[in-house]
C-alpha cells in the first residue's frame, strides 16, 4: 500500500448516514479501507448501504443507539468479530447539540449531550483499545469543533464536551503511544449537513457567521473527510495528540 492510501485498512467510523460521518465512510472506502458504521436508523442505513455498494465500496453496517452502554459493547463486538479482532482507524464522529442559554438546560439534557458527544467517544476508545493495539499501528480520530478551542455562543455543554474531546486527544497520544496508537482531533466550524441545515436556513444568522469567518463561507462534509484520511494514512505518522481546526480561518480571526 502506499503512502497516500487507506488499502488494506479497517476502520470503524461511528454516525456514517448523514453529513461529517457519511463523507469520512465514503473518502475511507474510496481510498481502499474496509469500513465498518452505525446510526440510530435501520431504513437510512439501508438507504446508504445500497448507495455505497453500487460504488464498490467495502462498508458494513450496524443499528446501534451510541448513547447507551450496552450498544457500545455490543457495536465493538461486532466490529472485532468483521475485522478478525484487529482494528486500524476509529473515527468518533456521533456528536449532537441542544442550543440554549446556560441557566435553562434541564439534568436530562445535560447527561444526553454528555453521554452523545463525550461518554460515548471515551467508552469507545476504551472498548476498541486492544483491537487498535492489536493492528500495530491504530489511528483515533475525533471530531471535536471550534467550540472546544474557542468560546462560541452555541451551547456551553456542547461546548464542554468538545473541549474534553480535545484533552483526551492529549492524553490518550501520551498514554497509547506505546501501543502505536496516534489521537488526533479535528475541529470543524459551521459545515452543512443535517445538524446545522436548520440553524444556516437563517440567512441573516449565516451571514453572522460567514462575517466572522475569513474565507467567506462556511464549509463542506468533504472538507472535513479529507483531513480525517490523511491523519490515518501513512503520510501522517509522526502527527499525534493534535487538534486542527478546519475552520476558514475563524479561530484565529482576531478581528477582520
Ligand atoms: P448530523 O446530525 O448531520 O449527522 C450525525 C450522524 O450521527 C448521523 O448519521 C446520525 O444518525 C448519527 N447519530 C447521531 N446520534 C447518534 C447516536 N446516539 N447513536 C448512533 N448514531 C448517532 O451531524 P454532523 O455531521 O453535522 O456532525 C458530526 C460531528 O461533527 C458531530 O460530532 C458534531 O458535533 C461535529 N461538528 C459538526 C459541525 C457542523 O457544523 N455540522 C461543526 C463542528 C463539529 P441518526 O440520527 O440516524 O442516529
Known amino acids: 500500500p502506499g503512502r497516500w492510501s487507506l488499502h488494506g485498512k479497517t476502520a470503524l467510523v461511528t454516525g456514517g ?22 446510526s440510530r436508523k435501520e431504513a437510512e442505513l439501508g438507504e446508504r448501504l445500497k448507495e455505497w455498494e453500487a460504488k464498490g465500496f467495502r462498508v458494513t453496517t ?7 452502554r450496552d450498544q457500545r459493547e455490543r457495536l465493538v463486538g461486532e466490529v472485532a468479530e468483521r475485522f478478525g479482532g484487529k482494528l ?18 434541564s439534568a436530562e439534557e445535560y447527561s444526553f449531550v454528555m453521554a452523545t458527544n463525550l461518554e ?42 468538545k473541549g474534553a474531546i480535545n484533552q483526551l486527544t492529549k492524553n490518550l497520544a501520551c498514554e497509547w503511544a ?39 463561507r462556511v464549509g463542506e462534509p468533504g472538507e472535513i473527510s479529507s483531513l480525517v484520511a490523511f491523519l490515518c494514512m501513512p503520510g501522517s505518522t509522526y502527527i499525534t495528540g493534535q487538534t486542527i481546526s478546519v475552520d476558514g480561518g475563524m479561530s484565529v480571526n482576531g478581528f477582520y
Not at 88 to 105: A, H, M, Q, S
Not at 128 to 153: E, R
Not at 194 to 207: C, I, P
Open 17 to 38: 448516514t448523514r453529513g461529517i460521518g457519511r463523507a469520512v465512510v465514503e473518502e475511507l472506502a474510496a481510498l481502499g479501507a474496509a469500513v465498518h458504521t452505525c
Open 62 to 68: 450496524s443499528v446501534c443507539d451510541l448513547s447507551v
Open 88 to 105: 486500524d482507524i476509529l473515527v468518533n464522529n456521533v456528536g449532537t447539540n441542544i442550543r440554549k442559554p446556560t441557566t435553562e438546560y
Open 120 to 161: 460515548s467517544a471515551y467508552h469507545l476508545c476504551q472498548l476498541t483499545h486492544p483491537l487498535l493495539k492489536a493492528s500495530g499501528s491504530g489511528s483515533i480520530v475525533f471530531i471535536s469543533s471550534v467550540c472546544g478551542v474557542v468560546a462560541v455562543c452555541s451551547g456551553t455543554i456542547y461546548a464542554m464536551t
Open 178 to 216: 506505546k501501543d502505536g496508537i496516534r489521537t488526533n482531533s479535528v475541529a470543524p466550524w459551521y459545515i452543512t449537513t443535517s445538524l446545522t441545515e436548520g440553524l444556516l436556513a437563517n440567512k441573516e444568522f449565516e451571514a453572522s457567521v460567514v462575517s466572522r469567518t475569513p474565507l467567506r
